[in-house]
């Protein structure tokens, strides 16, 4: 098992910045990559960014269109930790952001943290 606990939310004002981190511990050497998601309340979950874990970064780091030039993914390997930085922050990236686990070899996320909020107010 791999546990996960996020850190950094709060509240931002319009074009701010908020940096969110997440730390993994347990089972570490099985996770295949490392996402960010997010549910703003009446809506669904939605992909926001997600980076390949242990390989150098590899492959790229999608995010979602409607964060691309706003936020960035980055991880240190070292520490477990996955950070997602947010710039020019709007209203509506108000939401419940969750980190998550895609295990070795797995197609999707598996592991989730508990989530942290992310308000920003104009």
């Known amino acids: 098992q791999v546990r996960l606990v996020e850190s950094g939310g709060g509240l931002a004002q319009v074009g701010g910045s908020l940096t969110l981190s997440c730390t993994a511990s347990?089972?570490?050497?099985?996770?295949?990559?490392m996402g960010w998601f997010r549910q703003a309340p009446g809506r669904e979950r939605e992909f926001v960014a997600a980076?390949?874990?242990?390989?150098?970064?590899?492959?790229?780091?999608p995010l979602a269109d409607s964060v691309k030039g706003r936020f960035t993914i980055s991880k240190d390997d070292a520490k477990n930790m996955v950070t997602l930085q947010m710039y020019s922050l709007k209203p509506e990236d108000t939401a419940v952001y969750y980190c998550?686990?895609?295990?070795?070899?797995?197609?999707?996320?598996?592991?989730w943290g508990q989530g942290t909020q992310v308000t920003v107010s104009s």
């Open positions: 980076i390949r874990w242990g390989t150098g970064g590899r492959g790229g780091t």
């Open positions: 998550a686990i895609k295990p070795l070899g797995a197609s999707d996320y598996t592991s």
């Open positions: 347990g089972y570490t050497w099985r996770i295949g990559a």
